[in-house]
């Protein structure tokens, strides 16, 4: 046989072999894509949506409208020679819809920094026969989560709850009573009047999710400060295994301790660093199969904003994924320590110059140098 006959079944096998290696890489290709559609649907699908973030008091055009003539046009010059429009804007400087005199004269514009905000809450909702005995719902854990453009690291500040600030349209008043005043929208605006800068993305949890997820992941491992009790619960020093009721107590409790709830925002950050341990020593950053597995257990117990899905967290991690940091950052925004209000209730009295460096911060996306100034844990 001559080398040419020779070589035509030989091209035809070396042929037959690429197009079964290619059908093997699709078929692959597709199955992952398959996996990660499943993943991102589970996500999408079992996480709870809040119906809007966007505060429907601070409109806008409703204000234009209120400071017009009695036929609501907005256009017409009433007797101090001014336009609704322009009175709107001298009374409501920040442009939100709601009179800067309901507002502690907070008027700065708040804009959109680099990188990504994701507002985190913790509420003390609580269901079953327990909500019942419980009237409304605040946010028990407020931390913002701040994502750079480049991925290099997630970071994450804790607000105090008590903290004395503006909340648009009801006055001064302690940071987590937003929540209950007027809902997620409200505690986000409050949020963004605080530091200056857009909120991209809020996601919640509440007591019987904070217990879910825990028990979810076969209970965290804690670092526990010292000892204390709490209720049935007794901590020891060093590090501890905790199922969801004992964790939810260890990031709860603040009366065990001489510093309160500075403590306490200290122990939730702890707990925080358990899960994240947890998360990384059974392998469910590593492995897809675990990864599904984790987001499925605890997917239900989240509730996000309808921007918030698989595809727009994949867009955030991106970077981080892609040669960036996933170290996690964590500090408490400085404040000038506790005082009173005009009403005698105990509170946290805001520093302003480290607020203003955070809103700068968060403005040119160099949390680092905020971290490098304030210190972080």
Request: proline share 3%.
């Amino acid at each position: 046989m001559s080398e040419a006959l020779a070589e035509k079944p030989r091209r035809k096998t070396l042929k037959r072999v690429l197009i079964i290696l290619a059908i093997l890489i699709l078929t692959l290709i597709i199955g992952v894509g398959i996996y990660l559609w499943s993943i991102g649907h589970t996500w999408d699908s079992k996480t709870q949506k809040f119906d809007s973030i966007t505060n429907s008091q601070g409109d806008l055009d409703s204000l234009r409208k209120n400071l017009g003539d009695p036929n609501n046009d907005p256009n017409i010059v009433g007797p101090d020679g001014k336009t609704a429009d322009s009175l709107a804007n001298d009374l409501d400087k920040n442009g939100n819809g709601i009179l800067d005199s309901l507002e502690g004269g907070k008027t700065r514009q708040v804009v959109k920094g680099e990188g990504t905000n994701i507002l985190l809450l913790g509420s003390d909702q609580r269901s079953g026969q327990e909500a019942a005995t419980v009237s409304g719902a605040r946010a028990d854990t407020i931390m913002l989560m701040h994502i750079p453009k480049n991925g290099e690291g997630v970071y994450l500040v804790s607000i105090m709850r008590d903290s004395w600030v503006s909340i648009p349209g009801y006055g001064n008043a302690k940071v987590n009573a937003a929540l209950n005043y007027g809902g997620i929208s409200l505690q986000i605006e409050t949020i963004e009047q605080l530091i200056g800068v857009k909120i991209d993305h809020v996601a919640e949890i509440d007591f019987d999710g904070f217990k879910g997820l825990t028990n979810a992941l076969g209970g965290v491992d804690v670092q526990v400060p010292f000892a204390f009790q709490t209720g049935v619960w007794n901590f020891t020093p060093g590090t501890m295994h905790m199922d969801g009721s004992t964790a939810l107590a260890f990031v709860r409790e603040r009366y065990s301790f001489a510093s309160g709830d500075y403590q306490r925002v200290r122990n939730q950050r702890a707990y925080l660093r358990g899960l994240y341990t947890t998360i990384q020593k059974q392998g469910f950053l590593g492995n897809i199969t675990n990864f599904k597995n984790m987001v499925d257990a605890f997917s239900g117990y989240v509730k996000v904003d309808s921007g918030l899905g698989s595809g727009e967290i994949l867009r955030i991690a991106a970077p981080v994924i892609n040669g960036g940091s996933a170290a996690l950052h964590m500090t408490t925004l400085p404040n000038a320590g506790p005082g009173w209000s005009y009403d005698g209730q105990s509170i946290i009295i805001i520093n302003q110059p480290a607020v203003d460096s955070l809103t700068e911060a968060l403005k040119a996306d160099r949390m680092q140098d905020f971290m490098n100034t304030y210190g972080s844990d």
